[in-house]
């Protein structure tokens, strides 16, 4: 069994979690809401931003630029089971 990791990233709006779903590529899920709400794309110099270690800074600067005025409450990085 292998595992991938997630993160997580508690609002005050919402959950929302980003793990892989290609080689350079992450979506972006939002709890209790059905799909995917994006798509992140990273160019090959910048692949660092989706290492395990940067994934909870990545989602939480997703949060940000793409839900403006919603307040961070917690974070987290957990292994998920592909």
């Known amino acids: ?23 350079d590529a992450y ?17 090959p ?4 931003l989706l290492a395990p270690e940067n994934l909870v800074g990545t989602l939480t600067a997703w949060v940000y630029e793409m839900r403006r005025g919603l307040t961070v409450l917690d974070t987290a990085l957990t292994r998920r089971r592909r």
């Open 45 to 48: 110099d910048e692949l660092a």
């Open 1 to 23: 069994m292998t595992y991938m990791f997630q993160a997580i990233v508690a609002t005050d709006g919402g959950d929302y979690r980003l793990f892989q779903v290609a080689p």
């Open 27 to 43: 979506c972006v899920t939002e709890d209790g809401v059905e799909g995917l709400t994006d798509y992140v794309v990273v160019e």
